[in-house]
C-alpha cells in the first residue's frame, strides 16, 4: 500500500511552465512504472507520462518534446515538468503507481492536481 500526494497544479497562461510532484508515502522502488495521467471534463483519463525503475520514460504524443517525467528514488517522488502548457493540457493531473508481478498488478492513484491553462 502507498498513499500519493500531487501538488504543483495551479492556472496559467498559454505557454508557461509547471512542475508538478508526487510525493510517495512509502519506497517507490518496488513499483516497476510511475506515472502521471490526466482527465479533462467529459473526456477519458489519458496517459501523460511514465518512468519505469529501470529509467525508460514513455509520453503521450500530444506531450512529447514539451513535458518531461523523472523519478527520485531516494526522495520516493515523482516530478512531471510540463513546458510550453497549452489550453489543451488543461485537467486533473493524477500520478500512479504500478507494481507488476506475476499473476497480478497492483495499481495506486493519488487524488489529483489541477492545472488550467487559459488563453
Known amino acids: 500500500q502507498v498513499h500519493l500526494v500531487e501538488s504543483g497544479g495551479g492556472l496559467v497562461q498559454t505557454g508557461s511552465s509547471l512542475r508538478l510532484s508526487c510525493a510517495a508515502s512509502?519506497?517507490?522502488?518496488?513499483?516497476?512504472?510511475m506515472g502521471w495521467y490526466r482527465q479533462a471534463p467529459g473526456k477519458q483519463r489519458e496517459l501523460v507520462a511514465t518512468?519505469?525503475?529501470?529509467?525508460?520514460?514513455n509520453y503521450g504524443n500530444s506531450v512529447k518534446g514539451r513535458f518531461t517525467i523523472s523519478r527520485d528514488n531516494a526522495k520516493n517522488t515523482v516530478y512531471l515538468q510540463m513546458n510550453n502548457l497549452k489550453p489543451e493540457d488543461t485537467g486533473a493531473y493524477y500520478c500512479?503507481?504500478?507494481?507488476?508481478?506475476?499473476?497480478?498488478?497492483?495499481?495506486?492513484w493519488g487524488q489529483g492536481t489541477q492545472v488550467t491553462v487559459s488563453l
Open positions: 500512479n503507481a504500478k507494481w507488476l508481478g506475476n499473476a497480478r498488478t497492483l495499481s495506486y
Open positions: 512509502g519506497s517507490i522502488l518496488s513499483f516497476n512504472d
Open positions: 518512468a519505469t525503475n529501470g529509467g525508460s520514460t
